[in-house]
């Protein structure tokens, strides 16, 4: 190994164990019950998972993101592949393209795509979320309520989680509205 090359890993390595410390801590501001310190540590995260480390990957998430807010799923399901094939360890593209395989009813790639955003980042409140919901919206709602559980734990003041699990609760003591 040359010595730019050391240099260069010994860099990189160094980076990364900065970024994986900012990220600890704002994780651990995320799941402080008192104050609104948690909003700007989930802002911070948000904004850091929808970083590829590529401007053109970053364009391609940005992309499928649109497509699917402007509700054409199909479109973004295109972009978002187009990203998960060129950069299979950014969890963001496979969170994304689940949501859009969600809406177009697709829950078989929609689950596989969430599998592999737990893998990479197994933190990520939102993909556990959403599986929450998917599972829930297929009637497995003890595994639903224990993908919530997990996002809580992680992210507590999530609102949708916050929801399910109280929607699930009912439905398992018998006192569902």
Do not use: C
């Not at 993101?65 to 054409?72: I, M, S, Y």
């Not at 969600?102 to 955003?117: F, M, N, R, S, W």
């Amino acid at each position: 190994m040359t010595a730019t090359l050391f240099i260069a890993t010994i860099v990189a390595n160094a980076t990364w164990a900065q970024e994986s410390a900012d990220m600890d801590a704002l994780f651990q501001r995320l799941a402080e019950p008192q104050g609104e310190g948690w909003r700007l540590a989930e802002s911070d995260i948000l904004r850091e998972w929808s970083k590829s480390g590529s401007a053109a990957m970053d364009l391609l998430l940005q992309r499928g993101q649109q497509a699917l807010d402007e509700g054409e799923a199909e479109v973004a399901i295109g972009h978002l592949t187009a990203l998960t094939d060129h950069a299979p360890e950014f969890a963001e593209g496979f969170q994304t393209r689940a949501a859009a395989y969600a809406t177009v009813g697709q829950y078989g790639p929609a689950l596989a795509d969430l599998a592999q955003t737990l893998r990479l980042e197994p933190r990520h409140f939102a993909a556990l979320t959403q599986l929450g919901a998917m599972l829930e919206e297929t009637g497995d709602h003890d595994r639903a309520l224990a993908a919530y559980q997990a996002s809580l734990k992680i992210h507590p003041h999530q609102q949708e989680a916050i929801d399910g699990v109280a929607r699930l609760q009912r439905q398992q003591t018998g006192t569902e509205i």
